[in-house]
């Protein structure tokens, strides 16, 4: 049983139309579905990398001496307005918690942040507390005096909502646009691959059939003009045998023709003709058909 091709030419079409919905399930998953992870991720890195910055400058001074400690931080301000964050730095002195610093106009220390110095102020190091909403950054760590001061920092998540629809309207609309291009693509690759190969398969018909005296010109890609070349010096050579074919059939024709011509000529007249049954002309007989 023969076994049934679909067509490269369809072949081709929904290649580029699976290419299509793969890249477009890829943009969805990194942008749509990633991005808030993604979002989180690198505010957290900020913060990180900000607050380096910020320990670095405690351990070299007395937080306790406002106006010198600002003057060192001054050189970080831009990069902590930057961070779209609030940024406390608060020690204890005497029984209260006195800010050394603050980003923000209110002075006010937050409840989450007085919770973490109740928590953590015995141990120095990091902290860190995770929320779907926010993110806190903290660390307690001694300043120059020897001091326990508080490093807190918290960044609230920007509502994510709104920018995941913006993307699925982008997505949707790239993906309209990339089927088109696919569609359009996979015609274009129909013209350049797909019609070249038609032709020469139309034209290795008649050469099958016999006629040997065709051209394929079949053209678009090194592999498709090395084809036709092939092609075209098997048919040259094809013909060149089918001359050389005609041309020994009619040299034998014709080398047959004269001892044929003269057994049939001399049997008929030895037939039609008692007298002419002689020894002599048996023996033209003889040598023709020797020959």
């Known amino acids: 049983m023969k076994k049934t091709y679909s067509s490269l030419k369809w072949n081709v ?3 580029f139309i699976l290419f299509s919905i793969i890249m477009y399930l890829l943009f969805w998953f990194t942008q749509a579905i990633m991005s808030n992870f993604i979002y989180q991720n690198v505010k ?7 607050a380096t910055e910020i320990i670095e400058i405690i351990d070299d001074v007395d937080v306790s001496k406002r106006t010198d400690f600002l003057m060192y931080l001054d050189v970080l301000i831009e990069k902590i307005n930057d961070a779209a964050s609030d940024v406390w730095i608060f020690y204890q002195e005497d029984d209260n918690l006195s800010i050394a610093f603050v980003n923000k106009f209110f002075q006010e220390i937050p409840e989450i942040a007085v919770e973490s110095w109740e928590t953590y102020s015995n141990q120095i190091g990091k902290f ?3 929320d779907k909403d926010y993110y806190v950054r903290g660390e307690i760590l001694k300043d120059n005096t020897g001091r326990n001061v508080m490093l807190f920092m918290q960044t609230e998540y920007a509502p994510f909502d709104i920018t995941q629809r ?6 949707i609309i790239l993906t309209i646009i990339i089927f088109i291009i696919s569609v359009a693509f996979a015609i274009v690759m129909h013209h350049k691959i797909v019609k070249p190969i038609t032709l020469i398969t139309k034209t290795a018909k ?3 059939a016999g006629n040997y005296d065709l051209n394929f010109d079949a053209e678009g890609y090194l592999e498709i003009e090395e084809l036709s070349e092939t092609l075209n010096y098997a048919a040259k050579e094809l013909s ?3 001359e050389y074919q005609k041309e020994l059939l009619a040299n034998v024709s014709h080398d047959l023709r004269t001892p044929l011509t003269l057994i049939s000529g001399y049997s008929e007249m030895m037939r039609d003709f008692e007298g002419e049954r002689t020894e002599e002309n048996l023996q033209v007989i003889v040598d023709e058909s020797k020959r």
């Open 206 to 208: 008649e050469f099958a």
């Open 128 to 130: 860190t507390i995770r």
């Open 166 to 171: 913006v993307f699925t309207s982008q997505f």
């Open 240 to 242: 060149r045998i089918d």
């Open 44 to 50: 957290v890195r900020n913060i990180g990398e900000l």
């Open 13 to 15: 079409v929904l290649l």
